[in-house]
């Protein structure tokens, strides 16, 4: 090392000793996430939350900064999802208001799809031979995340690998859903949105939004009953159910 | 803005401590997100300061989840050998969500609420 840049180390070593260099991280590649979706006409694949990742993915693993040093700084972002989940009340209220006396339907399919999302993630990955931390990543992996983690802590698997396969999920359902839904004959849009809703969260939400507001509606229902719901059988089922080893 | 935090918070504090006492299947804040719903349904409106609350939360929803998804770089090695079964499962998984979702919405629907323009 030259005599010149133990100053630098120096700072380096107390901003890396803060939470806020964490901060500063977590926060700026969001942001550069966001301008990039905006830059690309809110393209699904240009995903702002999956580019964050990489990016702070990528900064951490140059610098060389343990995954737990990131985490002590960026907890306090972190600690907000509780709150954000209580908030998701308010667009599930609303959307209560849209039924119209459609529930019955409703949740007979948002049932049917939640099935169906666990047992073909789950049995796929189990058949080409994923490992136990992997399979249980994808129990809640249709639930929007913030609800998604804290099941994931409750019934012992990763909230991480539970969070990165929610938003691959969304980007991928984000995607594929006009050819799917045709694929099928669904026509109606508050039928389209809730499908999507239903299979791929956020991230399909706001992309219902995109095509047409009843579409969005619904999605966005879609997205709050099968987390609320979610939250209440996914750990029901994992225990009591002998096909999903617990973790 | 605060009054409206001040709520959510003390919806999400009370949905705490009936997790840890009587639901501990259930996290938490899904439990406060209930009770707020109910709050709501019984007030019949959502106060301003808690819409705007929400609103912020919501449009920035995923922000708060990178914390937690960074840390798939300790999962990297994992996921790169299980590659072709962990693409495979999520890509078959959300095809085959949203096409029974949309079947069985078909199926049990007697409205049919417009074709798509």
Known sequence: MSPSIPAIQEI???????????????????????????????NPLANPVAIAIAIVAAVITLIDMPYAKYFEGAQFV?????????????????????????????????????????????????????????????????VTAPIAMGVAERINVSPTLTAVFAVTTGILGAVLV????????????????FAVGVAAHGIGTSRAFSVHPEAGTYASLGMGLHGVLGAVLIP???????ILPAA | MIAGLVQI???????????????????????????????????GKVPESVDFVATAFSQHLGLLFVPAAVGVVMFWPSIRSHAVAVV???????????AVTALVLRALAKDDGGAPE
């Open chain 1, 236 to 242: 029901l089922a994992v225990r009591y159910l002998p």
């Open chain 2, 9 to 43: 918070l003390l919806f999400q504090g009370i949905g705490e401590i009936v997790a840890k006492f009587f639901l501990p299947l259930i996290p938490g804040p899904v439990i406060g997100l209930v009770l707020l719903v109910a709050w709501l349904q019984v007030r």
């Open chain 1, 78 to 142: 972190h600690f907000l999802l509780g709150t954000a989940t209580v908030a998701l009340a308010v667009p599930i209220y609303k959307g209560l208001a849209a039924l119209r006396g459609r529930i019955l339907p409703l949740l007979a399919a948002l049932l049917a799809g939640g099935a169906t999302s666990i047992a073909s993630a789950v049995g796929v990955a189990k058949l080409l031979g994923a490992d136990a931390a992997i399979v249980g990543g994808f129990y809640a992996k249709s």
């Open chain 2, 88 to 98: 495979a499962a999520l890509l078959a998984s959300v095809v085959a969500t949203m």
């Open chain 1, 178 to 193: 006009r050819y799917v839904l045709d694929a099928v004959g669904a026509k109606a849009w508050w039928q389209r949105g």
């Open chain 1, 12 to 42: 380096w070593v107390y901003l890396s000793g803060s939470p806020l260099l964490a901060l500063v991280l977590t926060l700026s590649a969001y942001h550069a996430g966001v301008l990039v979706y905006e830059r690309a006409d809110r």
